[in-house]
C-alpha cells in the first residue's frame, strides 16, 4: 500500500457512537496510544473531533500533534522498526526536519540520549529529534519552451511533498530569448510536482521532478482537455535524448518485466508482461525507448502476480526502487545511479554527478587535450587543458544549474553530457 494515500484515523462519525457520551467510540482500547502510533507514522492522520474535545485526551493529542510538527513528518516519511515484541513497538520515523521514536506497549525501552522527551502517557511515548538543516530541501529551475508561441501567457502551478508552493494558477514564469520561459522554485522538500498553464489551458500534472528540467507542449491532450507534455533539450527545445527508464529492487525477483503503454492505451514492450529486463553490474535493470516515443506509461513486475503500480506520465529518464506490491515505487535521482560512461566509443568517466564544486575525469584519450563546459545555451564559460589521462575540475563558483561538458582535441571532439551543479 502507497503511505501517501492513507487515511488514518481511531473513529470517526460513522463508526463512533454517543449512546454514553461524546467522548466514547467504538474502539474500546487505549485511545492515546493509538493516536501515538497513527500521529508518529505516514500518511494522513486524522482527530476524530469527539476525541478533540474530550478534556482528557485534547492535551495529550495536542502534544503528539506538536511532536509530528516538529520534525516536519509527512506523507512519505521513512519508518524504522526498532524492536516488536508482545508487549512492545518501537519504531522511528524520520521528517524533514529530524526524526521521532514512538514506543508503545508497557515494555522498558531508553531512547538515545541525543532525543528528548516529547510527550508520554498510559503505554505509549514519543522522543523527538529536530535537525534544522533537512538534506532534501533544494532548488528547482523549470524552463518552458513555448514553440511557435503557442500560449501567450505562460504561468507555473507547484507543489511539493508538503506543501502547495503556489496558488492556482501559478507565478507567471519569466520570459526569456527564443520562446523560453524560466522560474526558480527554492526550497522545495522533497520532489517537486507542476502544472504548466496559460490561465485557460494546462498540462497534466509533472510529477516527481527532482533536478532542472525543461518542458513543451505535446501536440495531444486527454480526455479532459489537458495537454500531455514533453521533456526537451534545454538548449534548442528538440526534443530530449530517448527516455531511459531504471529499475532496483532489493527483493531480487527472479524476473523483471517491464510492461509499458501509449498515450492511446496501446502497448509499446509487448503484451502483459512485456519485455524481460536484463540485470546490470550495478543491480539496476535498465531499458531505453525510441527516441520517437515522447510519453509513456509503465509498471515494473517479476511476471507472476507482485508488481509495482501504474506510473503514469512518464517523459523523461527516470530511476526508480521498488517499495512494496502495488505500490508506486520511490523515485531516485538518476544522475546518483552511475557515472557517466561511454565505454564502446571513448571509455572514459566523469563524476561525482551532480557535484558541489569538484569534477572527476578518468580515462581520457591522448588525443584530447582540453575540457570545454558550457552552460544549457551552448555558451562556454571554463575550459581546462589537459596534460594527463586524468584531471579534476573545481567548478565551486558556477551557479548552481545545469551545465554541458565534453572534451576537444585537433579535430577531435567528444560526445556532450549533461553535469549537475549543487
Given at each position: 500500500?502507497d503511505?501517501?494515500?492513507?487515511?488514518?484515523?481511531?473513529?470517526?462519525?460513522?463508526s463512533?457512537?454517543?449512546?454514553d457520551?461524546?467522548?466514547?467510540?467504538?474502539?474500546?482500547?487505549?485511545v492515546?496510544?493509538?493516536?501515538a502510533?497513527?500521529?508518529?507514522n505516514?500518511?494522513?492522520?486524522?482527530v476524530?473531533?469527539n476525541?478533540?474535545?474530550?478534556?482528557?485526551?485534547?492535551?495529550?493529542i495536542?502534544?503528539?500533534?506538536e511532536?509530528?510538527?516538529?520534525?516536519e513528518?509527512?506523507?512519505?516519511?521513512d519508518?524504522?522498526?526498532?524492536?516488536?515484541?508482545?508487549?512492545?513497538?518501537?519504531?522511528?520515523?524520520?521528517?524533514?526536519?529530524?526524526?521521532?521514536i514512538?514506543?508503545?506497549?508497557?515494555?522498558?525501552y531508553?531512547?538515545?540520549?541525543?532525543?528528548?522527551l516529547?510527550?508520554?502517557g498510559?503505554d505509549?511515548?514519543?522522543?523527538?529529534?529536530?535537525?534544522?538543516?533537512?538534506k532534501n530541501?533544494?532548488?528547482?529551475?523549470?524552463?518552458?519552451?513555448?514553440e511557435s508561441?503557442?500560449?501567450?501567457?505562460i504561468?507555473?502551478?507547484?507543489?511539493?511533498?508538503?506543501?502547495?508552493l503556489?496558488?492556482?494558477?501559478g507565478?507567471?514564469?519569466?520570459?526569456?530569448?527564443?520562446?523560453?520561459?524560466?522560474?526558480?522554485?527554492?526550497?522545495?522538500?522533497?520532489?517537486?510536482?507542476?502544472?504548466?498553464?496559460?490561465?485557460?489551458?494546462q498540462?497534466?500534472?509533472?510529477?516527481?521532478?527532482?533536478?532542472?528540467?525543461?518542458?513543451?507542449?505535446?501536440?495531444?491532450?486527454d480526455?479532459n482537455?489537458?495537454?500531455?507534455y514533453?521533456?526537451?533539450?534545454?538548449?534548442?527545445?528538440?526534443?530530449?535524448?530517448?527516455?531511459?527508464?531504471?529499475?532496483k529492487?532489493?527483493?531480487?525477483?527472479?524476473?523483471?518485466?517491464l510492461?509499458?503503454w501509449?498515450?492511446?492505451?496501446?502497448?509499446?514492450?509487448?503484451?502483459?508482461?512485456?519485455?524481460?529486463?536484463?540485470?546490470?553490474?550495478?543491480?539496476?535493470?535498465?531499458?531505453?525507448f525510441?527516441?520517437?516515443?515522447?510519453?509513456?506509461?509503465?509498471i515494473f513486475?517479476?511476471?507472476?502476480?507482485?508488481?509495482?503500480?501504474?506510473?503514469?506520465?512518464?517523459?523523461?529518464?527516470?530511476?526508480?526502487?521498488f517499495?512494496s506490491?502495488?505500490?508506486?515505487?520511490s523515485?531516485?535521482?538518476c544522475?546518483t545511479?552511475?557515472?557517466?560512461?561511454?565505454e564502446?566509443?571513448?571509455?572514459?568517466?566523469?563524476?561525482?554527478?551532480?557535484?558541489?564544486g569538484?569534477?572527476?575525469?578518468?580515462?581520457?584519450?591522448?588525443?584530447?587535450?582540453?575540457v570545454v563546459?558550457?552552460d544549457?545555451?551552448?555558451?562556454?564559460?571554463?575550459i581546462?587543458?589537459?596534460?594527463?589521462?586524468?584531471?579534476?575540475l573545481?567548478?565551486?563558483?558556477?551557479?548552481?544549474?545545469?551545465?554541458?561538458?565534453?572534451?576537444?582535441?585537433?579535430?577531435?571532439?567528444s560526445?556532450?553530457?549533461?553535469i549537475?551543479?549543487?
Amino acid at each position: 500500500m502507497d503511505t501517501k494515500y492513507s487515511v488514518t484515523f481511531i473513529d470517526n462519525h460513522d463508526s463512533g457512537r454517543s449512546d454514553d457520551g461524546h467522548n466514547h467510540s467504538r474502539f474500546t482500547g487505549n485511545v492515546l496510544a493509538a493516536y501515538a502510533f497513527i500521529l508518529s507514522n505516514p500518511g494522513v492522520p486524522c482527530v476524530w473531533q469527539n476525541h478533540w474535545n474530550y478534556n482528557d485526551y485534547k492535551q495529550k493529542i495536542k502534544e503528539l500533534i506538536e511532536a509530528r510538527k516538529d520534525v516536519e513528518l509527512h506523507s512519505e516519511s521513512d519508518v524504522e522498526v526498532i524492536t516488536t515484541q508482545n508487549n512492545l513497538y518501537v519504531a522511528k520515523s524520520t521528517g524533514f526536519n529530524g526524526s521521532l521514536i514512538v514506543k508503545i506497549g508497557n515494555g522498558n525501552y531508553n531512547a538515545p540520549e541525543d532525543y528528548t522527551l516529547k510527550t508520554f502517557g498510559d503505554d505509549y511515548a514519543v522522543w523527538t529529534k529536530v535537525e534544522s538543516s533537512y538534506k532534501n530541501i533544494k532548488e528547482i529551475t523549470i524552463r518552458f519552451y513555448n514553440e511557435s508561441d503557442k500560449w501567450g501567457n505562460i504561468n507555473i502551478h507547484a507543489w511539493d511533498i508538503q506543501k502547495n508552493l503556489t496558488t492556482w494558477p501559478g507565478e507567471a514564469m519569466t520570459k526569456l530569448d527564443n520562446n523560453w520561459y524560466s522560474y526558480t522554485f527554492k526550497n522545495i522538500r522533497g520532489n517537486l510536482n507542476i502544472v504548466i498553464n496559460s490561465g485557460d489551458e494546462q498540462t497534466l500534472d509533472i510529477n516527481n521532478i527532482v533536478a532542472n528540467s525543461c518542458f513543451s507542449l505535446s501536440n495531444n491532450k486527454d480526455i479532459n482537455g489537458k495537454y500531455y507534455y514533453k521533456s526537451v533539450n534545454c538548449g534548442d527545445g528538440s526534443q530530449s535524448d530517448p527516455i531511459k527508464v531504471q529499475f532496483k529492487n532489493d527483493i531480487s525477483w527472479d524476473k523483471t518485466y517491464l510492461y509499458s503503454w501509449d498515450i492511446e492505451g496501446e502497448p509499446i514492450t509487448g503484451s502483459w508482461p512485456g519485455t524481460e529486463l536484463t540485470k546490470l553490474e550495478n543491480d539496476w535493470y535498465s531499458f531505453e525507448f525510441d527516441s520517437s516515443i515522447e510519453f509513456i506509461n509503465i509498471i515494473f513486475s517479476n511476471g507472476s502476480g507482485t508488481q509495482t503500480a501504474d506510473i503514469l506520465g512518464v517523459t523523461q529518464s527516470s530511476c526508480y526502487i521498488f517499495t512494496s506490491p502495488d505500490a508506486l515505487p520511490s523515485i531516485a535521482d538518476c544522475s546518483t545511479v552511475d557515472k557517466i560512461t561511454n565505454e564502446e566509443e571513448e571509455n572514459f568517466i566523469i563524476y561525482p554527478n551532480p557535484t558541489s564544486g569538484t569534477l572527476n575525469i578518468e580515462g581520457v584519450d591522448i588525443n584530447y587535450n582540453k575540457v570545454v563546459i558550457t552552460d544549457i545555451t551552448g555558451k562556454e564559460i571554463k575550459i581546462k587543458y589537459l596534460n594527463s589521462t586524468n584531471a579534476t575540475l573545481n567548478i565551486e563558483e558556477l551557479e548552481n544549474g545545469i551545465y554541458l561538458i565534453y572534451l576537444k582535441g585537433k579535430n577531435l571532439k567528444s560526445d556532450i553530457y549533461k553535469i549537475i551543479k549543487k
